[in-house]
């Protein structure tokens, strides 16, 4: 056997560390450990990761590493007993990416390489195949042709369909060697018109693909994906040259791409697609319909019988659900890579269980499995199947859950009108890399081609869209498309449902999806890990029922400014614009009576668990109507010829109210200390509920936030308030009243006075929303219009600071504001309430100051749950855990 020498960033297969996955990238490590375990792995090296900057900075591959490509190709023609580009056994090659991060589609991948045109005669000679030879020099000239010379790959499949027509037939596979030949002679034509050539030279080839797949890691769309995942522009890609195996040597041979999971479900069964006579990029590319697993073992007993081994072997040892691309050539199976296969949540949710349950990973290990923001997805709606008509069409179920939106046929239109608000389901042939902007935009994805395993499906998968794939029916047509004699044209609504494959056409009725019972297991094993509190930010009954039921200890954040909305609008209005005494009197009465229902509700459903209702905190104007509105009604009415005197009055008052500076003016504490009436009744409201709640037998636990305090002598003012209303509650309670009274630390000055604030609140909880805002000196609604995202485009903010927290900024002053008002008093409780709390990489930072819950919507509740334990367990490891 030959020893394969020694390089610096070069290794091959057979010699490279598996663990070592941040230089060999995700697929080079894959290659090495299958190599290491015997199976039938095509022979080849890694260009490592470290090479990719210096290829990035240079636009070239240095000298030294290409020495040391040449160096290990002579090692691989050794091994093998082949030589490249060269008859009369000729070694034909491939050059993939594989970064540590699995980025599926998203870089570039040259085929067929030393295929040149003096080849062809020893290629045929070889497989007893002229087909094939004219194939592989076909395929060559497209993918370098597109790859390395940057020729759009839309020039060649025109050039296809007109050769696929004139030989009167559907897909490549049934052109001849006569039309392939003329294919390649157009090819050539039509690269050597843009003053561009193919070298003949293999090892020019070679150099320019490798240096060509490293530079795809700064094409648009793998920076799209590398934002829209979180991953870092600096980890690199690895280049992966391999021996190619050929599935496409006549009708024994075949490629496919399989899962040892389900990963739409999660269920442990096989799962894949097989393409006889064809190659792996065929099969990816969703250009012609697949055929199953079980069709292969009809058609192959034997290769399948041993695909299915070494899919249960790779499982057992990676102990994670594998997606494994295969080749077979002539009956002979080749197992191409693996990788840890993207899945929908609710089959790595299922899959992290079933495993753990199984013994083959840790109850901890499975809850560090589950991306706690993908939990999210699980409370999609689903096809209400007693109110749904016949689909109009069906295809693959390729990605679980229903979406409806608009048609649009084109990947920048959908990313444009998403834009504007607009939800929109990406329609195509089959997509590509380059449309990963579109599917990102998209609600959901329906391609007319393609199967379980193709772009469309792996993608959707991994960013958690809906998608129907290879839905043959659909025939696509620029902006319209037919199913039969029914038209889709771009605007007009659909549903799809990527559970079941089914398409409709217009809106159809949605109902809520069944819960996930794996679920419930693994967030009971999230909660005995975790000591960071999880509440909900909830406003009314039936949302702090549902909060409850997803786990959440209690309310952190009750607004009331939502409960004055709707009906009670009218109610609002008048109190505030009112003259009369009596009038706004009985308006006041009025609302305290909805108010203390609307409280009611949020004790009974919280019974025993802590409710922390926020007074009013924006300003009185959001109540109003805007000058502008009422300007247009006046200019209507004169118009008209009708009187305007009680819109001028009405206009009167609504000025009254107005301020330059809405964000920073009369609201919050400041309202309830200058206008107390509307603080007054809710505070006499919360306590009367408290009172109703205690005399039917309930446990309320009633906390009473104060909004935008700034001093300590304002929460001190408002306590006095708070004080005497509770005196006045309990003369008629039969049992003692008490309530917390702390505030919302909202506002650096209050952050950086904690210790006098703590003195007069029994608890603090960072609305880092507005936190957010005071500390950048930023309106959010403005900036996220604005600038924000030229912000993340060119670096200048890491991270939009919203949706993850500042440290460095933000959670500075959360830092000081924790330790200053611990000082001042040891046993604060101390939460967050901002929709930070959320944010698994910002609850990281609160778990770290030592914070006692998060609070957050209800449907994020379950995420909040597993990101605090894995959280936990992160602390654990670095041996930061708070005691």
Known sequence: MTVPTSFRHVHAFASADADDVARLGGKGSGLARMTSLGLPVPPGFVVDTGVCKEVLSNGQLPEEIWEEVLGALRDLEALTGRTFGSGPSPLLLSVRSGAAVSMPGMMDTV????????????????????????????????????????????????????????????????????????????????????????????????????????????????????????????????????????????????????????PMTGENTAYGDYLPQAQGEDVVAGLRNTMSLD????????????????????????????????????????????????????????????????????????????????????????????????????????????????????????????????????????????????????????????????????????????????????????????????????????????????????????????????????????????????RANADNGPDAARARAAGAEGIGLARTEHMFMGERLGIVQSIILTDDPDERER???????????????????????????????????????????????????????????????????????????PMLGLRGVRLGLVIDDIYRLQIEAALEAVRRRVASGGDPRLELMIPLVSTSEELTAMRSVVDHAVESINKISDSPIHVEVGTMIELPRAALTADEIAAQADFFSFGTNDLTQMTFGLSRDDAEGAFLGHYLDRGILPKDPFRTLDVKGVGRLIQLAVAAGRAAKPNLPIGVCGEHGGDPDSIDFFLSQGLDYVSVSPPRVPVARLAAAQAELRAFDRGSVLS
């Open 295 to 534: 069709d292969l073992a009809a058609r192959h007993p034997a290769v399948h019988s041993s695909l299915v081994s070494i899919m249960d072997h790779l499982e057992h040892t990676t102990t994670d659900m594998c997606d494994i691309e295969f080749t077979v050539e002539r009956e002979q199976l080749f197992i191409l890579q693996t990788r840890v296969g993207k899945r929908s949540a609710a089959a790595a949710v299922r899959i992290a269980v079933e495993m753990a349950e199984a013994g083959l990973i840790s109850f901890e290990e499975a809850i560090r499995r589950v991306d706690p923001a993908s939990l999210e997805q699980l409370g999609r709606p689903a096809i209400d199947r007693s109110l749904a008509t016949e689909p109009t069409l069906s295809g693959i179920g390729a990605s679980p859950g229903a979406a409806q939106g608009i048609a649009v046929f084109d990947p920048d239109r959908a990313e444009a009108l998403a834009g504007q608000g607009l939800t929109v389901i990406l329609v195509r042939e089959e997509t590509t890399p380059d449309d990963i902007h579109g599917m990102t935009a998209a609600a959901g994805i329906l391609t007319s081609q393609g199967g379980k395993t193709s772009h469309a499906a792996v993608v959707a998968r991994g960013m958690g869209r809906p998608a129907v794939t290879g839905a043959a029916a659909l025939e696509i047509e620029g902006t319209i498309a037919h199913v039969g004699d029914v038209r889709i044209a771009e605007g007009d609504e659909i549903t799809i449902d990527g559970s079941t494959g089914d398409v409709f056409v217009g809106l159809t009725p949605l109902v809520e999806p069944e819960p996930l019972p794996e679920l419930d297991r693994l967030l009971e094993w999230a909660d005995e890990v975790r000591t960071l509190g999880v």
């Open 587 to 661: 308006r006041l009465d009025e609302l305290t009576a909805t108010q203390i229902g609307d409280f009611e509700d949020l004790l009974r459903e919280m019974d025993g668990l802590p409710v922390i209702v926020r007074l009013l905190d924006p300003p009185l104007h959001e109540f109003l109507p805007g000058s502008v509105e009422i300007g247009r009604e006046m200019l209507e009415r004169v118009r008209a010829g009708e009187p305007t005197d009680d819109l001028e009055t009405l206009d009167r008052q609504v000025r009254r109210w107005s301020e330059e500076n």
């Open 111 to 262: 085929l067929d390489l030393g295929a040149s045109r003096y080849l062809i005669d020893d290629l045929a000679a070889w497989a007893d195949d002229t087909h094939f030879a004219y194939d592989a020099r076909r395929r060559l000239l497209q993918m370098f042709g597109s790859v390395v010379l940057g020729i759009t790959d839309d020039r060649f499949q025109r050039i296809l369909r007109a050769t696929r027509a004139e030989a009167g037939v559907r897909s490549d596979t049934e052109l001849d060697a006569g039309h392939l030949q003329k294919v390649c002679d157009r090819f050539e034509a039509a690269i050597a018109a843009d003053d561009l050539v193919v070298p003949e030279d293999p090892l020019l080839q070679l150099r320019q693909a490798i240096t060509a797949v490293y530079a795809s890691w700064n094409t648009p769309r793998a920076i799209h994906y590398r934002k829209s995942n979180g991953i870092s522009d600096d980890v690199g890609t690895a280049a992966t040259v391999q021996m190619m195996v050929f599935g496409d040597l006549g009708g024994n041979s075949g490629t496919g791409v399989c899962f040892t999971r389900n």
